[in-house]
């Protein structure tokens, strides 16, 4: 079956522009996770969705990320006036559920760079 | 809160030999998933093994196994015959039962398969 994706692939854009990247979980997922990975860094979680439930954004490093879930399965990611330090791969992640044991699949992520 | 610590910033090993990538956690909750993922250069996470913590025996997936010792809080991977295609990143993940349902992940372990 089809496994997450993600778009753009690539994106370069000036400091201060707004960008948005998508992700698109495997199909009947409920839980769908956002991290970010600097250059030889670990992952570093942003946010998180499950079902209807209100997101948990505590990961989000500022105001200017934002995230939404549209109809329980496509979801954007959103990073308004982009600084140099926001250059980094975005990586979604979707889950069968909540549950501590159950594995999360990852999408190619999105490498953004912020001139 | 959890804490992955991968002590290896990078490993060498030469085809066909076993190599063993080190894990250790730190939780406080009874119950969690300990998972590793493989990164290779293209980007993209590749789920390759779990163990849960109530697991009696040490995961296996193919030439992947996990050494689970509970007492110590580790988790190692371990690859027998090493391929070239192993060459990659590898980061260990910890999820547990309370609050949100997120990943935390180690810094990762380069590994470098020799021929």
């Known amino acids: 079956g089809a496994g997450v994706s993600q778009s753009p692939s690539n994106k370069v854009t000036e400091k201060g522009k707004d960008v948005e990247l998508r992700c698109d979980p495997i199909s009947g997922h409920t839980a769908l996770y956002w991290y970010r990975q600097s250059l030889g860094q670990g992952l570093e979680f942003l946010i998180y969705?499950?079902?209807?439930?209100?997101?948990?954004k505590s990961g989000l490093p500022s105001d200017r990320f934002s995230a939404e879930r549209t109809g329980g399965s496509v979801s954007t990611l959103t990073i308004q006036r982009t600084q140099q330090e926001d250059s980094a791969v975005y990586l979604c992640?979707?889950?069968?559920?909540?549950?501590?044991?159950?594995?999360?699949?990852f999408g190619p992520g999105t490498r953004l760079l912020v001139l | 809160a959890q804490k992955i610590t991968q002590t290896q910033p990078g490993m060498f090993v030469q085809e066909k030999e076993a190599v063993t990538l080190d894990c250790t956690y730190d939780t406080s909750d009874p119950s969690y998933g300990l998972f590793w993922y493989k990164q290779p250069s293209s980007g993209e996470m590749i789920f390759l093994i779990y163990?849960?913590?109530?697991?009696?025996q040490n995961a296996t997936e193919g030439r992947y196994s996990l050494n689970f010792q509970k007492a110590r809080k580790s988790a190692n991977l371990v690859i027998s015959a090493s391929q070239l295609g192993d060459s990659a990143m590898y980061f260990c993940a910890m999820r547990v039962i309370s609050g949100y349902s997120t990943l935390t992940f180690g810094k990762g372990t380069m590994l470098l398969v020799s021929p």
């Open positions: 163990q849960g913590s109530y697991d009696q």
């Open positions: 969705f499950q079902g209807n439930s209100a997101p948990d």
């Open positions: 992640a979707s889950s069968p559920g909540r549950g501590y044991q159950e594995t999360q699949y």
